[in-house]
């Protein structure tokens, strides 16, 4: 069976730390197969600035596990507000309750996030919620669903394993609790990919 997510990550040159542990481990197809797939994925390609800016717009894509209209939205919400385009996109994009979840550390890559809140094993003020895309605000609180702390996904979770986690200064996450917090907005992201091209993909 072909490994599209591993393909993908190729193909757009970028580590986008899509498949969970595999990610963060020797075995990361990124790191021992830097290039393209194919027959002539080691090859020289010309890129067109048309390419550049398309290419950066897939890794969004891609990274967030979002659909062309999701990503058309989180802009066009973007740019109606005062502010800079390319900092609202990203705060956007990291407000969602599916990225959130993975950057507490509560989910190894956002896809699994996505399966548990899709699953009703996360609450978020104490209410399941089973919407991916939901924006999270200051003050919520996120935590795994009581019911849901038997399966396999939550029993990996401890104190010991979230060590290895790297909150963001704009969330708090309690690791003997494993609940989180928003405590603020999202601020100084480092993204794998150049948000300012993305908007001027948009905005031809």
Not at 31 to 51: M, W
Not at 96 to 124: K, Y
Not at 186 to 196: A, G
Request: one cysteine or more; a positive charge; charged letters at 25%.
């Amino acid at each position: 069976m072909f490994n599209t997510k591993e393909k993908r990550e190729r193909s757009l040159g970028v580590h986008l730390f899509l498949k969970a542990h595999r990610c963060n481990s020797p075995k990361c197809v990124q790191l021992r197969k830097g290039y393209r797939p194919g027959l002539h994925g080691q090859a020289r390609h010309t890129v067109t600035e048309y390419g550049k800016l398309l290419n950066e717009k897939q890794k969004i894509k891609a990274g967030y596990g979002l659909r062309e209209a999701h990503l058309w939205k989180i802009f066009a919400t973007a740019s109606k507000n005062p502010g800079n385009t390319g900092n609202l996109i990203v705060q956007l994009l990291e407000r969602r309750l599916d990225n959130t979840i993975f950057r507490l550390g509560l989910a190894p890559s956002r896809s699994v996030a996505r399966q548990l809140i899709s699953h009703g094993h996360i609450m978020v003020n104490g209410r399941k919620h089973t919407i991916s895309s939901y924006e999270v605000r200051v003050g919520d609180k996120l935590s795994i669903r009581p019911q849901s702390k038997g399966i396999a996904a939550v029993k990996d979770l401890n104190a010991e394993s979230l060590k290895k986690t790297d909150v963001p200064s704009w969330l708090r996450l309690d690791k003997e609790k494993l609940e989180g917090e928003v405590v603020s907005l999202p601020q100084d992201i480092e993204m794998p990919f150049d948000v300012s091209m993305v908007v001027d993909y948009y905005s031809k």
